[in-house]
Nanobody, 115 residues
């Protein structure tokens, strides 16, 4: 059974940090590109960051220099380190695994940036 379980979300003040984790099971983690998406209320889901099998990373412009995506294939886990958080980063954050033939989503974790 395929599972992607996100954790690490919560309430943080502007300028603070959070580290999201996504633990995978039920598929060959090391052969999938892993991504973090987010969806704010009333907005479409957007790709935040991705990391390929070989460790190549990509970020949307609004998080460059603040967020870092990483993966640990031995632990079958992908991380999103989020620093200098802003209120506009408030959203549900989702983990996604994809390869040319299949993709899987996690259930999401809420991140709220507010004073």
């Amino acid at each position: 059974q395929v599972q992607l379980v996100e954790s690490g979300g919560g309430l943080v003040q502007p300028g603070g940090s959070l580290r999201l984790s996504c633990a995978a099971s039920g598929f060959t983690f090391s052969t999938y590109t892993m991504s973090w998406y987010r969806q704010a209320p009333g907005k479409e889901r957007e790709l935040v960051a991705s990391i390929t099998l070989g460790g190549i990373t990509n970020y949307i412009d609004s998080v460059k220099g603040r967020f870092t995506i990483s993966r640990d294939n031995a632990r079958k886990t992908v991380y999103l380190q989020m620093n200098s958080l802003k209120p506009e980063d408030t959203a549900v954050y989702y983990c996604k695994a994809r390869n040319p033939v299949s993709s899987y989503w996690g259930q999401g974790t809420q991140v709220t940036v507010s004073s």
